[in-house]
């Protein structure tokens, strides 16, 4: 691909990597908003709980950062 970038030109997977390098910044924003205000409390509970930490994420921060992953992909799409 570096030795010859006059390949990717004018075809799908150009304009792909391209679509998803301009827009990728766009849904990281929304999904790091919402991981900020998900309070540490939830994920110290967790681990009184005796949840190790894949646990904790899959049953604390993925579902409550899901209205950011939503929101981000509406971003993403409507642009």
């Known amino acids: ?4 970038p006059a390949g990717l030109l ?6 792909i990597i391209v679509s998803v ?6 849904s990281s924003l929304a999904i790091f908003a919402t ?8 994920a110290r509970a967790a681990a009184v709980h005796c949840a190790n930490p894949v646990q904790t994420f ?16 509406l971003i993403v799409f409507s642009l």
């Open 21 to 26: 390098y301009s827009s990728i910044s766009f």
């Open 1 to 4: 691909i570096v030795d010859r």
């Open 58 to 73: 899959f049953r604390v921060t993925l579902p409550l950062s899901i209205p950011g992953m939503v929101s981000g992909g």
């Open 35 to 42: 991981l900020q205000t998900i309070n540490e409390n939830f």
């Open 10 to 15: 004018n075809t799908t997977t150009g304009v």
